[in-house]
């Protein structure tokens, strides 16, 4: 005897593409004119900030930084929907979804102290339900997991949801992350932005699994693929799985097919393992670009207002830039006191705090006359 004990269909959404050109079914109860013009908006100050950003580190100003450049759709949507429906829900990034977090409240100069080393930019405001970027790849899906327990241990109507990369998809950290979820029918929410790449290892090498979604399958979540340079899509998906979520206690897991279009980090040079021709492909895909020919298509969108929003993006991020730099500096002495009860009877560290030198790595006074 033979039988197929396991089918399995996976859609892929796509409602703007990469011309411009918007699927008008698909398009129902999605995104407003309005909606469109304010993630344009929005897309267009967080692709400025990322450029800022870039130059910040350059000249000696921030330690590393990790453009978004190219993936600012998928989070776009999905942090829009995630601002509006669902009941205090929480987000529980890595490095990729800066407009996300910024949609959901977390003030700009965060993201930029984050990266400047400076521990207080990942101090979230009180009421803001955001978790510090997790740079550790895939271990933070498990504590979006945890606090999608908590949600529904305290009968609260929201979701917890993770954003990760292809690459985390290959820690074991996620699989366990996934595997909860489902077991206990948490409202969690796997957001992975695939964009072929991490760091240098591509896609193809990352996994034999013939696309990243199907992996949910496994563990029963609801799985849909969308093309992550999307607005409308990453909206609607996102949408529904709150909804799924809440109603039902199944996760989804949503792939969004992107690209970065910078490098890794600041710290990174992709033209050493990246094909000219495979980036050149995808600056045509750019989500900026074709909501913009869309918005111009409706009517919506002109050469002047495309002057203002960049006016507008180069104010905006000024003043975070000024508010991130003009933070008050940390007291040194706070890296002994918060990590200490007491120094007493610990004559090393008492030296360090009031020196400011290790002997441990060739800094002691005594060692002065070598370094010289
Ligand atoms: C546990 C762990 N291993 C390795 C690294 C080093 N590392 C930083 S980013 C990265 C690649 C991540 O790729 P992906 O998940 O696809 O995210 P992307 O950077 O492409 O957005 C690696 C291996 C890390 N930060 N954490
Ligand atoms: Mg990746």
Same mark, same amino acid.
């Given at each position: 005897? =033979? ?20 699927d008008?079914?698909?398009? =129902? ?7 469109? @013009? ?11 900030l990322?450029?800022?950003a870039? =130059?910040l580190q ?34 529980? #990034? ?5 407009? /996300?977090l910024?949609?959901?409240?977390l #003030? ?23 978790l510090?970027?997790?740079? &550790?790849?895939?271990?933070? &899906? ?7 327990y908590?949600?529904k ?20 950290? +996620? ?9 206990? =029918?948490? #409202? $969690?929410i796997?957001?992975?932005?695939n964009n ?5 290892? &591509?896609? %193809? ?6 696309t990243?979604v199907q992996?949910g399958l ?5 799985? @849909?693929? *969308? ?5 409308? $899509? ?7 799985? *709150?909804?799924?979520?809440?109603k039902?206690?199944? &996760?989804?897991?949503i792939?969004? +097919?992107? !690209?970065?279009?910078?490098d890794?980090?600041? %710290?990174?040079? /992709?033209r050493?393992?990246?094909d000219?021709?495979?980036?050149? %492909?995808?600056?045509?895909?750019? #989500?900026?670009?074709r ?20 006016a ?7 003043? @975070? @830039? ?8 940390p ?6 006191? !918060?990590?200490? %009860?007491?120094?007493e ?28």
């Amino acid at each position: 005897m =033979k039988k197929t004990i396991y089918e399995a269909r996976i859609d892929h959404i796509q409602i703007l593409d990469e011309h411009g050109k918007l699927d008008e079914k698909l398009a =129902k109860d999605t995104l407003s004119d309005e909606d469109a @013009v304010f993630l344009y908006e929005q897309m267009s100050i967080c692709r400025w900030l990322d450029e800022i950003a870039f =130059k910040l580190q350059r000249s000696g100003r921030m330690g590393t930084y990790p453009q978004n450049k190219g993936q600012e759709a998928g989070p776009a949507g999905a942090g829009l929907a995630l601002s509006r429906f669902g009941e205090k829900n929480w987000l529980v #990034p890595c490095y990729r979804e800066n407009i /996300a977090l910024f949609l959901n409240g977390l #003030p700009m100069e965060k993201i930029l102290l984050h990266w400047m080393g400076d521990e207080r930019g990942n101090q979230i405001p009180e009421g803001v339900n955001i978790l510090p970027i997790a740079i &550790p790849i895939g271990t933070h &899906p498990l504590h979006a997991v945890g606090i999608a327990y908590a949600k529904k241990y305290r009968g609260e109507k929201g979701v917890a949801v993770s954003f990760f990369g292809d690459g985390a998809t290959s820690e074991g950290d +996620v699989h366990e992350a996934m595997n909860f979820a489902s077991a206990w =029918k948490v #409202p $969690a929410i796997f957001f992975c932005q695939n964009n072929f790449w991490a760091i240098s290892v &591509p896609r %193809a090498l990352q996994s034999g699994s013939e696309t990243i979604v199907q992996k949910g399958l496994a563990y029963g979540h609801h799985c @849909v693929q *969308i093309d992550g340079n999307d607005i409308f $899509a990453s909206y609607k998906v996102m949408k529904e799985a *709150i909804d799924r979520a809440i109603k039902t206690g199944q &996760p989804t897991f949503i792939e969004a +097919v992107t !690209y970065r279009l910078g490098d890794h980090t600041t %710290a990174d040079d /992709a033209r050493r393992y990246r094909d000219e021709k495979e980036v050149e %492909a995808w600056r045509k895909k750019d #989500p900026l670009i074709r909501t913009r020919k869309y918005l111009e298509s409706k009517k919506l969108w002109n050469d002047r207002k495309q002057a203002d929003i960049e006016a507008r993006a180069k104010e905006i991020v000024d003043a @975070v @830039v000024k508010r991130a730099e003009g933070i008050e500096k940390p007291v040194f002495e706070d890296i002994f006191d !918060y990590t200490f %009860a007491t120094l007493e009877g610990n004559a090393e560290l008492q030296t360090q705090r009031a020196t400011r030198r290790t002997t441990g790595l060739g800094q002691g006074p005594e060692q002065e006359k070598l370094r010289a």
